[in-house]
């Protein structure tokens, strides 16, 4: 059966000719011909007849396909008009897929989620998403609370590590911190460049990202927490105290941001990178209790 998935070198190669399509670099398209990839994915994302799936990117329609056959229901959404005839004829046997022709980054997912989703479904984003806009994507989901219980994206390798890294790695950083807030990061298997067309010029990664009841430190001030974490790593070679005093300094005398610094007991010679969330967390509360503000 295999040799008739959209995801093999032969079907994707006779679609595109059939089509006459060329690729735009420029909305990241790099098509995946490999469906067992596809399959172990969606195995990961644990889709099963109960879960409505929305898709980012469906491209000539490969994991759609996928994802058609594993869940209940599909929506995806498709910034390029050119694939729209593309996918209606590709995913002509399926009944379970919508194709929404619009840019993710503008869309309203909540509105989405109620005018397609039964609520007896578990709710999943699984994607390759396109690679230029990677971050404000899951970003953006992450932040509009998008009730949706697991994310399983196809990513950047050096991208999904930031995400899922801890503290005292080159990769723990702002993102890190900002998508562990939210979620419970891991990397599921690298992707080699060799199941693309065309192929990336990068390695790329199945990320999943479980999303949590609630935040995972609680923060008086959310926009000040982010704020201290950006501040912390912004020199990175630099002490977590002068990076505060760096940030603060133009709204806050030195010795207030020293002295708030010091009730919270974290010693100010250590840097950024060896702070656990929890850690922020106590800095950020201590600087609001002080009444530090934006
Ligand atoms: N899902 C297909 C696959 O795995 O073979 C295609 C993945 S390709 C990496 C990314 C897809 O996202 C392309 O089809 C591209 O046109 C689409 N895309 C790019 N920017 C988008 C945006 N802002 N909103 C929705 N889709 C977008």
Request: charged letters at 20%.
């Amino acid at each position: 059966m295999t040799k008739d998935f959209i995801a093999t070198p032969n079907r994707t190669k006779e679609i595109l000719r059939k089509y006459g399509f060329s690729f735009k670099k420029s909305l990241g398209q790099n098509f995946i011909i490999d469906s067992n990839i596809l399959q172990k994915m969606i195995h990961a994302a644990k889709i099963d007849k109960m879960s409505g799936v929305i898709e980012i990117g469906p491209g000539i329609g490969s994991l759609t396909e996928q994802l058609a056959l594993a869940a209940n229901k599909v929506i995806a959404f498709e910034i390029d008009q050119r694939l729209l005839p593309v996918l209606q004829d590709t995913l002509a046997a399926y009944t379970n897929i919508k194709i929404i022709h619009q840019d993710i980054l503008k869309a309203d997912l909540h509105k989405t989620i109620k005018q397609y989703f039964t609520s007896n479904l578990s709710l999943h984003i699984v994607a390759n998403l396109p690679y230029y806009i990677t971050t404000p994507i899951l970003m953006n989901i992450l932040q509009q609370q998008i009730p949706v219980e697991r994310i399983t994206v196809m990513l950047q390798k050096e991208v999904a590590e930031r995400m899922a890294a801890g503290p005292n790695t080159k990769e723990y950083g702002s993102l890190s911190i900002a998508v562990q807030y939210y979620t419970e990061a891991h990397i599921v298997m690298d992707v080699p460049k060799t199941v693309f067309i065309p192929q990336p010029n990068v390695t790329s990664s199945v990320l999943q990202l479980v999303k949590r009841d609630s935040p995972l430190v609680q923060v008086t001030d959310e926009q000040l927490f982010f704020f201290i974490v950006q501040a912390s790593f912004r020199h990175r070679r630099k002490t977590l105290r002068n990076n505060l005093i760096n940030s603060f300094k133009d709204r806050y005398p030195v010795d207030r941001i020293t002295n708030v610094l010091e009730r919270t007991e974290i010693d100010g010679g250590r840097r950024g990178e060896s702070l656990a969330i929890q850690e922020f967390a106590l800095l950020a509360n201590q600087f609001s209790e002080a009444e530090f503000k934006l």
